[in-house]
C-alpha cells in the first residue's frame, strides 16, 4: 500500500495534522480494498505508520482490513447469512473509530516525539533519531517456531 500511495498524500490524509474524524473514515474505508488476513495486515499497517499516518489510522487499518476481508465476508455470508455480514461491517467500522480515537488518546504524545522523517527500519530492528547525538533502537527478536 505504501509503495503505490506517495508519502505526502499519506501525510496530508492520515497525518497527525490531518483531521482525526476525516482520517479514521478514509482509513477505515480504505481498508476495505486492502485483501489481507490477520496476519499480512500487520506490514501493511506499519508501513503507513512509518510513512507517516498518525497512530489512530494505522490501528483503524489494523482493525478493519482483516474483519472486511471480501473472502472472510463472503464465508460469513454464505454460512451465516448475508444480514450477519452487513452487522460484521458496521460493527468493525464503528469499533475502528473507537480504537483509533482510544489509541490516539493514549499514544498521541509518543507520535509527536517521533518525527517521521527520522523512523527507520534496520536489520532486524526499528531505529529513530530525536537529535543529532541521541538515536533510539527497538531490536525485535525473531519468533522461532
Known sequence: ??????????????????NRIRSFIIAAFASFFVAACSCTVIPVSA????AGASIGAA???LWVAPATNVLALTYTGAI?????????????????IVVGYV??????????TIPVRSRRWVFGGLCWQRSRMHQKCIRLKPSHT
Open 59 to 61: 490501528f483503524i487499518i
Open 47 to 50: 508501513g503507513v505508520y512509518f
Open 103 to 112: 489509541m490516539t488518546a493514549f499514544f498521541f504524545r509518543e507520535s509527536l
Open 80 to 96: 451465516i447469512g448475508w444480514d450477519m455480514a452487513l452487522v460484521r461491517i458496521l460493527s468493525a467500522l464503528l469499533m475502528a
Open 1 to 18: 500500500m505504501v509503495a503505490f500511495i506517495p508519502k505526502e498524500t499519506i501525510l496530508r490524509y492520515l497525518g497527525i495534522a490531518a
